[in-house]
């Protein structure tokens, strides 16, 4: 049976735990948000909505089936920037790798900063610490959401329209399984 080194155990811990740093906060925190954001839209695109719990979609999965309801195709780099936030996420929850974990952040930074359009505005936030930074990043990807989350209404509206009148016209109102053509 292999021995453990306790001391080295009790030191390990306490170096991981006795931190959390404030950008791990908002990076976890920012990314529950944003996949709740994910399931509000999926949901409003949907007709049976209750199914989507069953469906056990990951993360990415989501980001796309949402980014499919997205109307305006200015969002490209809004979409890089929510999976670079979801890569860096992962690399929190699966990993103590800090190297890896600078480079994702890294990856988030570029991709915000691309995505703003005024000039002072960019210049002002390279400077920003990375857990406000992040707070920023995750704001714009939560607005752009809410827009698609909206679109996502439209469409699930309009499919919910036509599922009633295709019901209307074509199942027998007590026999909804069978068609009556």
Not at 120 to 144: I, N, Q, V, W
Request: some cysteine.
């Amino acid at each position: 049976m292999k021995r453990i080194d306790t001391q080295k155990f009790i030191e390990k811990v306490t170096q991981h735990f006795a931190d959390v740093d404030p950008l791990t906060q908002v990076v976890l925190k920012g990314h529950l948000l944003l996949e709740e954001r994910l399931n509000a839209t999926l949901r409003h695109s949907l007709y049976n909505p209750e199914l989507l719990d069953t469906m056990k979609l990951n993360f990415h999965h989501k980001m796309l089936f949402a980014q499919s309801f997205a109307v305006s195709k200015r969002g490209a780099g809004i979409w890089e920037l929510i999976a670079a936030i979801n890569a860096l996420r992962n690399g929190i929850a699966h990993s103590l790798d800090e190297e890896q974990r600078r480079k994702q952040f890294q990856r988030v930074r570029e991709r915000y900063l691309r995505e703003l359009e005024n000039p002072e505005l960019r210049k002002e936030d390279e400077t920003e610490p990375d857990h406000l930074l992040f707070l920023k990043a995750y704001a714009m990807c939560e607005g752009y959401l809410l827009r698609v989350e909206g679109d996502a209404e439209m469409i699930g509206n309009s499919i919910r329209r036509m599922i009633d009148v295709m019901r209307k016209e074509w199942y027998a109102p007590d026999q909804e399984s069978k068609v009556n053509r």
